[in-house]
């Protein structure tokens, strides 16, 4: 048999100083013993051994290499090994879900006792875990405005472990100052984790910018075509080692097909997020102009408070964006119903444009009061700019929004 450590250190030696785009495209790849050109996918749950002895020995740690895919899987490693370098980080773990990565680092990192600062502008999911589960573990939890450092400075305790956000936010595009939240962090003795699902790595990557631990969602754009859940942690080995741990014990762990998918999708996700990214800026500037649109919400337009800070700490603005029309729901809803292409989902990341109401949907279980403090008005409509035409997405909205 050849050689095979040989030959893959051919094609990995010299990647070290390679830019992000070669590095989405060549990075962790391990080529097997039939010299495939396109990453081999192991669709195996278990692995074999020579001999008792070699069984042994790979059980006891004494011997590198695989046992079991809960522990390790080499389709899996070649994502984790990809979005690592994507993220200039150490290591990655590749989970079964965005949940499951910030599930994983919530219990890898917190014990009871520990008290949590989460900005009140994250994912629905995130606080239903944070509320449902670590509050019973014994976990303190307060939420502050995203863009009020004071307010997350006051809620500094000596018990204080973990500060956790999201930038841009969903769905208004508020945008954290990440190295000012990570100087709070640092000086409380706190870990500053990001959930980077919104923009990718390629766009923002959050470590470089003083983050601890960054969280994805692969479910969004890094798959980018919306087939697989799954999701993945990135940070040093240090702070991943532990999450790895949970991983192993407790099993929400990547599949070896979704794995394969997500590292397909990171070899096009820099040309897709600056397609999506031109498109919802496109569509951004064509709103703002409509007479129908009160607000446009989106961190690419000049006029966005946060527009400025966007720009120093992300490459490009992202495909995510919300407007309100004049009115209320009825009129949100009437734009909503009058698309025939847009999809009507809360699912984003996609090369389909997908548009939905989070004042019913993604925020409808918030009280009105809760609601209007978030700033999510029933007027306003959240759209996931797809890489259709820009064209044929303005006509889809412009349908309903001309009949109001
Ligand atoms: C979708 C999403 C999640 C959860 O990811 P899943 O893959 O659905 O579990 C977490 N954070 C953000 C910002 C998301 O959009």
Redesign the pocket.
């Known amino acids: 048999m050849k050689d095979f450590s040989e030959f893959n250190d051919r094609y990995q030696s010299d990647l070290d100083g390679c830019s992000f785009d070669t590095l989405a495209i060549r990075a962790g790849q391990q080529r097997t013993a039939e010299c495939e050109h396109a990453e081999a996918i192991f669709p195996t749950s278990s692995y074999v051994f020579n001999s008792a002895a070699e069984a042994a020995a790979r059980f006891a740690g004494e011997s590198e290499g695989n046992v079991y895919s809960r522990y390790t899987n080499p389709t899996v490693r070649t994502f984790e090994q990809r979005l690592a370098a994507l993220e200039g980080a150490e290591a990655a773990a590749a989970t079964s879900?965005?949940?499951?990565a910030?599930y994983a680092v919530a219990i890898s990192q917190l014990k009871a006792g520990d008290h949590l600062i989460c900005s009140a502008s994250?994912?629905g999911?995130?606080i239903k875990v944070f509320e449902a589960y670590l509050r019973k573990f014994g976990v303190d939890i307060d939420y502050a405005d995203l863009l009020d450092l004071k307010d997350w400075q006051n809620k500094i305790r000596p018990q204080t472990k973990m500060l956790f956000l999201?930038s841009p936010s969903?769905p208004l595009n508020d945008v954290a100052d990440i190295p000012a939240l990570a100087g709070i962090a640092h000086q409380a003795g706190a870990l500053l984790v990001v959930?980077n699902?919104?923009c990718t790595p390629a766009i923002q990557q959050p470590l470089k910018l003083g983050a601890d631990i960054v969280?994805h969602?692969?479910?969004?754009y890094i798959d980018g075509q919306g087939r697989c859940?799954?999701?993945a942690v990135v940070s040093s080995q240090e702070l991943v080692e532990p999450v790895i741990g949970v991983l192993r014990s407790a099993g929400p762990t990547m599949s070896p097909f979704n794995a394969w998918v997500f590292t397909k999708g990171l070899e096009t996700l820099s040309l897709r997020m600056k397609a999506h990214s031109e498109n919802a800026l496109a569509l951004a500037q064509w709103l703002e102009a409509h007479p129908q649109v009160k607000k446009v919400n989106y961190c690419g337009l000049p006029s966005h408070p946060g527009h400025a800070l966007a720009q120093k700490q992300q490459s490009m603005f992202g495909g995510v964006l919300s407007f309100e029309v004049h009115g209320g729901k009825d009129e949100a809803w009437k734009v909503v119903d009058a698309t025939r292409m847009i999809s009507i989902t809360a699912n984003?990341?996609d090369v389909k444009t997908t548009i939905t109401h989070p004042g019913s949907t993604t925020h409808g279980r918030l009280s009105e009061a809760e609601r209007l403090k978030a700033g999510i008005s029933q007027a306003l409509l959240r759209v996931a700019v797809g890489l259709e035409d820009i064209e044929d997405i303005k006509r889809d909205l412009g349908r309903g929004l001309d009949a109001l």
Do not use: Q, R
């Open positions: 879900s965005g949940m499951a910030i994250v994912f999911s995130t999201e969903n959930d699902c919104f969280v969602s692969a479910t969004k859940v799954g999701g984003l990341g």
